[in-house]
């Protein structure tokens, strides 16, 4: 059985870009997260410890990331979807990140799938 917690447009400010002059100042990114597990035993017994404290991941998310910086939004997705499995008792993740950067779009991204070892 697949159930999914959703954190949906996390924005938040990171440094990301190839250039270092694109990294100088944090950016707008926002930040998608699927995250897969089984939940019955949480909703069975209405408690927030058998389950994922989303309002606690994204405090951590924001902190994890706002002293860091990364060329990729790919490598960023990527170390993200490692902490949040490591840190957290999730089967699954789903990471997708949008940068506005690119004149003339609306906004370029990734999305990538990891599952715990």
């Known amino acids: 059985m ?39 035993p949480a909703a069975d017994r209405d408690e927030v410890a058998l389950t994922v404290d989303y ?12 002293h860091r910086e990364w060329k990729l939004i790919e490598t960023l997705a990527t170390d993200l979807a490692q902490w949040v499995l490591a840190s957290y008792a999730v089967e699954k993740i789903r990471v997708e990140i ?3 950067i690119l004149p003339h779009t609306q906004y370029v991204g990734v999305c990538i799938e990891r599952k715990a070892p």
């Open 55 to 66: 309002d606690a991941l994204t405090r951590q998310l924001i902190a994890w990331g706002e």
């Open 98 to 100: 949008k940068k506005f």
């Open 2 to 40: 697949k159930d999914t917690i959703i954190i949906e447009a996390l924005e938040v400010q990171f440094r990301v870009g190839v250039p270092d002059e694109e990294r100088r100042n944090p950016q707008k990114l926002l930040i998608s997260l699927y995250l897969e597990k089984d939940f019955r």
